[in-house]
Each structure stands twice: as C-alpha cells, then as structure tokens.
C-alpha cells in the first residue's frame, strides 16, 4: 500500500522519520545511550506485565493479526505535541522516545495505540477517506485506554462528576482528530457526535470499560476464559 499523498500529511508531519522510505539503523552506542534504548525497555515491560495490552495483544493474535515486538514497534523522535501514532500504512505502532519518560505514561501510550492497531485488523477502516471510521477508533482508545481515569484526569487537574468520563472521551478523540487531519473544529465536533453512542458502547475486546489496572485485570482474566465453559460441555 503506497504512503498518502504528502501534501495531505494525515499527520505524518508529527513523525519526521515517518516521511522518509529508509530508515536509518541505529548504531549500538546510539541505541545504548539515548532515548531509544530507555523506550524499548518501557515498551518491552509493558508489554509483559500491563493487563491492557496482554489482553489486545491475545485479541490481536486471536484474530489473525499477532504482534511482533521488533516488526509492528518503532522508537522515534516526534513534534513535541504527541506521544505515539499508529501508522496504517506499515501497520506500526510508533512510541514517541523523546516525550514518552515515565513507565506509566509507556503504558497508555501503548494500550491507546493497540486499540487502533485491533480496530485496524478486524474491521474494514478506511483510516485516509472516511473521518467516521477515524473518529470512531478514537472515541474507543481514549474510552478504553485509561486516558480517562480518574487518576489521569486528577493529574490533568480536571474534575467532574456527572458524565465526566464521556465528556473526557469526547474531548480526546476531538483532538486526537484535529491534530492529525485538517479539518475545522465544528466538522470534527459534529462527526464526533454522530458516531459517539454506538462506538462508545464498543468495549471489544475488553467487554467493559476498564477503569483501572484492576479492572483490566478482570477483563483479561475473562477475555481468557471466556471459552472454558462451553468447552467442559
């Protein structure tokens, strides 16, 4: 699949590496002494121990798209305005090394960009043509992530109590969209709201909004025996 036509960018001058067809291999020095080697150590942990992403990464396997570590990953410097991006055109998941300091911060990065990456192979998203589909893919990674928990959004100083946790998914996926397609606010706002209900209610492959560690935990633990009863039939 060819790359997007540049001057439409779909965000890809957030991710300066992203622009060029060859990457450069990291020297041993470089990969041991920078923000690289720091950033495959946070995303290697993540990966083994956070409930979020051992369960979309079975999810992912389980419907025929498994994640390799060194193929579908990649380390990059970015704009300082982004953590992480999933690019559909070489189905990576790209972890911004020079934002992205703190395990915690590795980990909701990571769990947000998989939700794409499972959008991505189970359904037909069409992620350069149709906004909906963008849109959508957002509202379920902010929803399901833990970007909106309530310690975040503690950190965030940003407090609420009735539908607090909606307006907070709303007004990530608006500017997840606005960061990454140029379009108005009001386009953006108005394709948010027509696609808010049905892809909030998706809570595949969770099957509940996990609104902590402990709740992803349950989550994982039922996503893995979620056939053992039909099985002792």
Known sequence: MEQPKQEEDYGYDLFPERNSA??????????????????????????????????????????????????????????????????????????????????????????????????????NVDWFNELRHVACSEIRAANLSGDCSFWNEFDRSNFGWKQHHQECVRGRALRSILAVRKVSREKAEKIVDEVFVSCFNDHAPFGRIPHGKKDAGFAYRDYNNRDRYYANL
């Open 22 to 123: 060859k990457y450069k291999a990291k020297s041993i020095k470089e990969s041991l002494f920078t923000f690289n080697h720091k950033c495959q150590v946070m995303l290697q942990f993540a990966m083994e121990t956070s409930p979020y992403a051992k369960l979309l990464l079975s999810a992912m396997k389980t419907s025929g798209c498994q994640v390799f570590k060194d193929r579908h990953f990649s380390c990059e410097d970015c704009d300082g305005t982004v953590s992480g991006g999933f690019d559909a055109v070489s189905s990576q998941i790209v972890l911004c090394q020079n934002n992205i300091r703190k395990q915690s911060h590795m980990t909701r990065v990571v769990t947000h960009e998989l939700i794409h990456a499972f959008d991505h192979c189970r359904a």
